[in-house]
């Protein structure tokens, strides 16, 4: 029996007697009922602070002066949003009759959306600690309670969302010019219960059983909203899980399989061949499907508005106020020029241009287009700026520079010439890593529309990409966090990270961070031209056939290690090796920049990485956040607290107040949502970007699952 469909006899009269007790909880479902209930948190707080006593045991205070800022409506840019002021022929405008399908359906379908804890915790033991007045030492001020299990266990486990809006304790002072929104994505739903009938002695009885997706990135989403205003020191939360409907699907079926390809990493969909070519040919609605992959707020054109994005082609809006999803599109309903199976979600943002710049798989007959296409504010219906035609591979990441398109293509690629792929095969599934082939670097004129230039390095597989900037000897350096191959993304599995002893290898692989040198693109534009015939794209359909008999591949090379000196022979040895060297010590993921340094030369670079204790333990997470030097090639500074375990931090730099307020590039604060696993609760960090200092913290009050997506901050205009 599998370890996710672990069967158990349960009582049904006890399950409906949960179920009536959870629905009874209240819901605060409308934005009217939002400002009422923020109106008498006002009057509430709006009491004159006694004065304050020897002991610093009151660190914040609230006045009576304080005013409701989030019902300012000159101040806030999603106070008034109308869809009238774009054009009737914009793709992104609402359509009347959607909406109204949607509020004629919300009252019946909200109401079964589940809210049920599929799996439960079991408590460990409890430990104390006392915490003391740093200045009054003599008196305790609190005895903590904290958990025996300290591991990032408890972060891969269900979540309960709520429409209860909080205004959070802020402990420290934000910065004063820290006003809006932050928006987080991450998982909220690991395993979703359902029942079913099994015999018992001859009879019927019901059994529930658990769905488990297999993947830290398969997990339904969860977004997260933050309001933050420094002037004020205050800071609100809400969240809400965007996947409702597919719950019920999934509890319904007793599994999940998608329709289309790239819907899951690596997770088993405990279903039939034949149901996937069964299901509803019914346009999904908003809810129903899953896109956890990126939270977007700055999609030229489209300002004011909430996106997420998964490793499918879909883009769901929300509701920025409720986080409500309201809409789902394909980039293809966009524009028809944007075909594509699957795209990138974490496409590029040319501040420069105003151009949204990000691309679509095609996979087609005999071949594979990767169609690169930009939208901006001058043109909202976006147009193609390159196809083109390369190996069938898992891409996760690019990068722009003023000039180019710089697309990685490490070689991980298709199995079985692609079928598994399109018998919609998770991805992890659908991509096996060749150590025998090289990693590819495509250069694309942004100007001329085509691939101008192309590189070979050794074989790597990476998640994301720091930067890429132009030199002055007509050359590209791009920046990566690389690993040797695949196994980063295996170990990942809901069952490693749950079960951190079992892991394989038993810690987790050692990221790289590599700056790689692209030279002499002009010149290497001529060898490009004469050779580029070569590159050998999608097997044709015979071979994918023969593929899933076992025959022989002849274009899928030996399987050999790569050697990019003795590999003569090869189909890429014309190619020109693109040099890289090692900036800094492993392991650092998920990094971030100052956003005004994207496509230019950077110094400064942040990203999660490990204590010292913590990297010598078997299973063990990202538990610090860091600051590196890219020139000096070292740590400059961290962030670490016992027992904590940081999701993506985002950097948002300090505005600037006028032309002659130059911002360094450390300037600004870094945002991460951390878990502490001690206390079972999650709080809001924020440290300042130049000494990695904590400036404030707000606890949630509750546990939010780690996350390995980026966030987005949205700061209001002054």
């Not at 020139?631 to 993506?648: L, M, N």
């Amino acid at each position: 029996m599998s370890d996710l469909n672990k069967v158990s006899l349960i009582d049904t009269n006890e399950e409906e007697q949960a179920s009536l007790v959870q629905n009874n909880s209240s819901e605060i479902n409308t934005k009217q009922e939002h400002d009422s209930l923020l109106e008498d948190n006002v009057q509430q707080h709006a009491v004159a602070p006694e004065k304050k006593q020897q002991t610093d045991e009151a660190i914040i205070t609230t006045t009576a002066e304080e005013e409701d800022w989030e019902n300012d409506k000159k101040e806030h840019p999603l106070a008034s949003l109308s869809l009238e002021e774009y054009e009737n022929n914009d793709p992104w405008a609402a359509q009347p009759e959607d909406n109204a399908l949607l509020q004629a359906e919300e009252g019946v379908e909200e109401e079964e959306a589940l809210k049920e804890a599929e799996t439960v915790l079991i408590q460990q033991p409890i430990a104390t600690a006392t915490v003391f007045d740093v200045d009054n030492q003599q008196e305790p001020i609190v005895e903590e309670e904290l958990d025996e299990d300290t591991s990032a266990i408890k972060g891969f486990q269900n979540f309960h969302d709520t429409d209860k809006i909080d205004d959070l304790k802020v402990v420290g002072q934000l910065p004063e010019w820290l006003i809006g929104e932050h928006f987080t994505i991450g998982p909220s739903t690991f395993d979703i219960k359902y029942t079913r009938k099994i015999e018992v002695d001859g009879e019927l009885q019901n059994a529930s059983a658990f769905y488990t997706f297999g993947h830290w990135f398969d997990a339904l989403p969860l977004v997260n909203r933050f309001d933050l205003n420094g002037s004020r020191n205050a800071v609100t939360y809400r969240n809400r899980s965007t996947s409702r409907r597919l719950v019920e699907k999934i509890r319904e079926h007793h599994g999940y399989a998608p329709q289309h390809p790239n819907a899951l990493y690596m997770s088993n969909t405990n279903q039939t061949v034949l149901s996937k070519f069964l299901g509803s040919s019914k346009v999904n609605k908003p809810d129903a499907e899953p896109c956890g992959a990126r939270i977007l707020t700055d999609i030229p054109g489209l300002e004011g508005r909430l996106f997420a994005q998964n490793f499918a082609n879909h883009v769901q809006e929300l509701d920025p106020f409720d986080l409500k999803p309201t809409r789902l599109l394909q980039w293809n309903e966009i524009n028809p020029k944007f075909k594509g199976t699957s795209s990138c979600p974490n496409g590029k943002y040319d501040s420069r241009t105003g151009e949204y710049i990000n691309f679509t798989m095609e996979v087609g007959y005999q071949s594979v287009k990767y169609n690169f296409f930009s939208i901006s504010d001058k043109n909202p219906m976006g147009s193609v700026v390159a196809s083109v035609t390369a190996p069938m591979a898992y891409v996760n990441n690019f990068s722009i520079t003023p000039k180019y398109i710089i697309f990685v293509i490490c070689p991980i690629l298709a199995n079985a010439g692609g079928v598994k792929y399109n018998w919609n095969e998770s991805i992890m599934d659908s991509f096996s890593f060749r150590s025998s082939e090289p990693t590819l670097f495509y250069v694309i004129s942004r100007e001329k529309g085509d691939v101008v230039a192309a590189y070979r390095s050794d074989p790597c597989f990476v998640f994301n990409h720091i930067n890429a900037f132009e030199n002055d000897r007509d050359g590209v350096f791009i920046d990566m966090i690389c690993y040797p191959d695949d196994t980063i993304a295996r170990q990942l599995s809901t069952e490693y990270l749950r079960n951190p002893s079992t892991m394989q290898p038993s810690r987790l692989v050692a990221s790289e961070v590599r700056r790689y040198l692209l030279a002499n693109i002009e010149e290497e534009s001529i060898t490009y031209m004469a050779n580029n015939s070569l590159i050998p794209s999608k097997t044709s359909v015979t071979t994918r056939i023969f593929s899933l008999f076992g025959k022989k591949q002849t274009s899928a090379g030996s399987d050999l290690e790569y050697n990019q000196d003795q590999d003569m022979s090869k189909w890429y040895s014309w190619m020109p090796v693109a040099s890289y060297d090692k900036r800094v010590q492993p392991s650092i993921e998920l990094p971030q920049i100052n956003p005004k340094f994207s496509m230019y030369k950077h110094t400064i670079m942040y990203g999660l990485g490990f204590s010292a204790a913590s990297s010598l333990k078997d299973g063990a997470i990202w538990d610090s956040i860091v600051k590196t030097n890219m020139d000096t090639k070292q740590i400059v500074a961290s962030w670490h607290q016992d027992f904590c375990y940081p999701s993506a931090a985002v950097f948002v730099p300090r505005p600037s107040i006028g032309p002659e307020d130059e911002v360094g590039e450390d300037e600004g604060v870094l945002i991460s949502v951390v878990m502490n696993s001690a206390k079972s609760t999650s709080f809001l960090l924020v440290l300042d970007a130049g000494s990695l200092q904590v400036l404030a913290t707000a606890d949630l009050e509750r546990l939010v699952p780690l996350s390995f997506a980026h966030g987005s901050c949205r700061l209001r205009e002054n």
